[in-house]
């Protein structure tokens, strides 16, 4: 009987089981992840779960039975820890196991502080994980006092809690702006305003110079411009790094992750891998993205690839981000655009969408799903709109998608 291990229970893990035996597989399927509780969701971590408004049962992808239902042997709370890709053995703490297909989906490890800055000082975090938030929610009372240091997508869903709960909130950005890795001046310019509307001291241009403690608990924050903050504790949102140990370990190919070909396979004919660990081919490079849409399509690929279906991953980028009553809506990638149309309706309600020369690369939706939704098919579709007809709030959006 075929036996396919899948190393990562998180997103992309529980996606490619669960595709694998609603595709049919009947072969012995494992599950195996370091955390100890089974595959979670991780965007409401600094959302609605660190907000208090979301119990931790609705965290979780499937409840546990499912796994057992569907005849899928679930290892939580066990690292797997080398990979004999010759003898397709896996180690853990206390077995090995065989596999015939293995696939990776080890997510990733959050960038944190060196020592030498302060960054082992306690109260300096992380969000990542369940055990991140619930021990950090106790912290976020109001009044206290936080510092966040990177003003990405996390740093601010995590400044928006922190200041509807009442925290005094400090967000620091070395970068010229906030989002400027991911997103349009335009973008950053709509979310400053809104972070300050609900009064977050927001400081771009000025990164951490080092943080200071008093008995090992970090009580102070020294910029690069020589300001001081005074801080209770301090969340660090400063980027991930791909887990590729055990694929660098194992002798596989990495490339901006761990490379693996348009189908999802690794170096090594029996290894797979998928969502924020696994780099794939896309324009002439190896691109790796970070999100829940990536995770799910690409290990669903792997899955189908399993089976045999000969299957390109063809990606299609999405995201979101919550941040105070402001839904923000990503479709597409928007590498290399040289323009911003921007689509402005009612109060808040505005759409970004970018374009390099003639086509539509892009859309960044802020309280506009059909903005989105739209522009999301049109993307799909190949379509560029003329820029006139989305600036125009009297043309219909729909009628785009016609055009
Ligand atoms: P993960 O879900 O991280 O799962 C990887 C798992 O592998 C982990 O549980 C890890 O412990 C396990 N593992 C690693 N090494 C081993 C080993 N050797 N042995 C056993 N187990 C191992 N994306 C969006 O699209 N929208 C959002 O709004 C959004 N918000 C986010 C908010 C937060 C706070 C975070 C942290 C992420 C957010 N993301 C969001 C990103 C999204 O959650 C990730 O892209 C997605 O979880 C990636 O799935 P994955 O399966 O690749 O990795």
Request: aromatic share 6%.
């Amino acid at each position: 009987m075929k036996r396919v291990i899948v190393v990562g229970a998180g997103q992309a893990g529980a996606s490619c089981v669960a595709r694998l035996r609603s595709k049919g597989f009947d072969g012995q399927i494992t599950l195996i992840g370091e955390e100890p509780v089974p595959p979670y969701q991780r965007p409401p971590l600094s959302k609605a779960y660190l907000l208090g408004e979301m119990a931790r049962d609705r965290l979780y992808l499937r409840p546990e039975s499912f796994y057992a239902e569907q005849n899928i042997t679930l290892k939580l709370g066990t690292a797997v820890t080398a990979i004999d890709a010759m003898a397709q053995t896996l180690t853990l703490a206390d077995e090995v196991l065989n596999y015939d297909d293995l696939v990776l989906t080890t997510g990733s490890t959050p960038r944190r502080l060196p020592a030498a800055i302060g960054g082992d000082l306690d109260g300096v975090m992380v969000v990542r994980g369940l055990n991140d938030v619930d021990a950090m929610a106790p912290r976020f009372t109001k009044g206290a006092r936080v510092l966040i240091v990177g003003g990405g997508y996390i740093g601010l869903e995590a400044a928006a809690v922190a200041a509807k709960l009442g925290l005094n909130v400090t967000l620091v950005e070395m970068a010229d702006r906030i989002l400027q890795r991911v997103a349009a001046p335009e973008t950053s310019a709509f979310f400053r305003h809104l972070h300050s509307a609900h009064g977050v001291d927001l400081r771009e241009g000025v990164g951490l110079d080092h943080l200071t403690g008093d008995g090992g608990r970090v009580t102070g924050a020294v910029l690069g411009d020589g300001s001081t903050v005074a801080v209770d504790f301090v969340l660090v949102g400063v980027g991930i790094m791909p887990n590729t140990n055990l694929a660098d370990a194992a002798g596989l190919r990495l490339e901006n992750g761990i490379a693996t070909d348009a189908q999802g396979r690794t170096s090594d004919p029996h290894i797979w891998a998928a969502g924020d660990c696994a780099s794939f081919p896309w324009k002439g490079q190896q691109l790796r993205l970070e999100s829940v849409g990536n995770a799910i399509d690409q290990a669903e690929c792997v899955a189908d690839n399993i089976l045999g279906h000969a299957r390109a991953y063809d990606a299609k980028p999405w995201f979101w981000s919550d941040q105070y009553d402001v839904k923000l809506q990503i479709a597409g990638l928007n590498t290399g655009y040289d323009h911003i149309v921007t689509r402005s309706g009612d109060t808040g309600v505005v759409s970004h969408w970018y374009y390099a020369g003639d086509q539509l690369l892009a859309i960044d939706a802020m309280n506009d799903p059909r903005a989105y939704m739209v522009g999301k098919r049109l993307i799909e579709m190949g379509k560029s709109p003329a820029p006139e007809a989305v600036r125009n709030t009297d043309t219909d959006l729909k009628e785009l998608l016609k055009a």
